[in-house]
């Protein structure tokens, strides 16, 4: 549904609007930015719903306990071998 609406606005925003989005008018800039907040907002939504299934993942499988200095030893010993030991 379109509607008339009488607005002020920066002159200078709308024309940098318009350059940046490669619009022909001020009203088609005007879509065009309105699409690109709609858009992003959805994209948020979305990340936060798979950051929400990752914690809930996490939850469920329980914390995991790891021994970090173990793996760190194992890349320092691998960092200081020779080449041609390891092939």
Known sequence: MLRFKHIR????KIDRARRILGARTETEALHKALDKVILEDERRKRRAKIVK???ELRRR???RVEDSSEWIRAARKER????ESSH
């Not at 606005?9 to 200078?12: G, K, M, P, R, S």
């Not at 200081?80 to 080449?83: G, R």
Request: proline share 7%; aromatic share 8%; no cysteine.
């Open 61 to 63: 499988l329980g914390r």
């Open 53 to 55: 299934q990752m914690v």
């Open 80 to 83: 200081t071998e020779p080449y």
């Open 9 to 12: 606005l920066e002159q200078d």
